[in-house]
Structure formats: C-alpha cells, structure tokens
Nanobody, 123 residues
Framework: VQLQASGGGLVQAGGSLRLSCVIS????????MGWFRQTPGKEREFVAA????????YFADSVKGRFTLSRDYAKNTVYLQMNSLKPEDAAVYYC?????????????????WGQGTQVTVSS
C-alpha cells in the first residue's frame, strides 16, 4: 500500500482546503484510514479517521464541526475537507492506513504513511 497526499497550501484564517490521499496497491486490505498533523517541535497529532468498511468517522475535538471526511472508493481516494481554518491548524498533514485493527487515534497503529502535505494558515 502506498499513499500520496496532496492539496495543502496557503490559506487565510477562515478559509478552506481539501486534502486528498490517493491509495495505490492493495486498498482492499485497509481497515482504517487516518489523518494526522505535525508541527516542528511538537508530537504528531491525530486529526480524523474512519473505518474503511462501514465508514464510521472520528474527529479530534479541535477540528470537530470544521473538518469532514469523505472517500471515493472507485478512485481509492480519501479527502479531508477543512473549513473555518485557524492559524493553529497549520501543520504538515499526513494520511495513514492500517491493515490491522487498532486505535484510530494512535499513529503507532497505522502501518502505511503518505509523504505529508503542508498547510499554512495566515491570520
């Protein structure tokens, strides 16, 4: 499984961005998909995740109500729609995939990671 994240960029506070994560390889083996973010000097932070089969979504409290998840199974692509962006949302965002069951919010439970896409939010 390989993941390719894209869609980051510079946006003003209050604006929106949509991140994409294209999955190649054995997408059918995936159980969970997640998005995490990291800023320099800070630990990686859980943002959102969903179960590939069933599609139950989960969000960090800091983004609940502003971020949404969607997926296009035909394109093997997942999307993170980010609305009402705040300066504190600025980070490198990573998509991740897990083949085994684990905690959706724990990065260690994901086996595959994309390369990251930078999100910058100006105030």
């Amino acid at each position: 499984v390989q993941l390719q994240a894209s869609g980051g960029g510079l946006v003003q506070a209050g604006g929106s961005l949509r991140l994409s994560c294209v999955i190649s390889g054995r997408a059918s083996s995936i159980l969970n998909m997640g998005w995490f973010r990291q800023t320099p000097g800070k630990e990686r932070e859980f943002v959102a995740a969903f179960t590939w089969i069933g599609g139950s979504s989960y969000f960090a409290d800091s983004v609940k109500g502003r971020f949404t998840l969607s997926r296009d199974y035909a394109k093997n692509t997942v999307y993170l729609q980010m609305n009402s962006l705040k300066p504190e949302d600025a980070a490198v965002y990573y998509c991740a995939a897990a083949r085994s069951r684990g905690r959706l919010s724990r990065g260690e439970d994901y086996e595959f990671w994309g390369q990251g896409t930078q999100v910058t939010v100006s105030s």
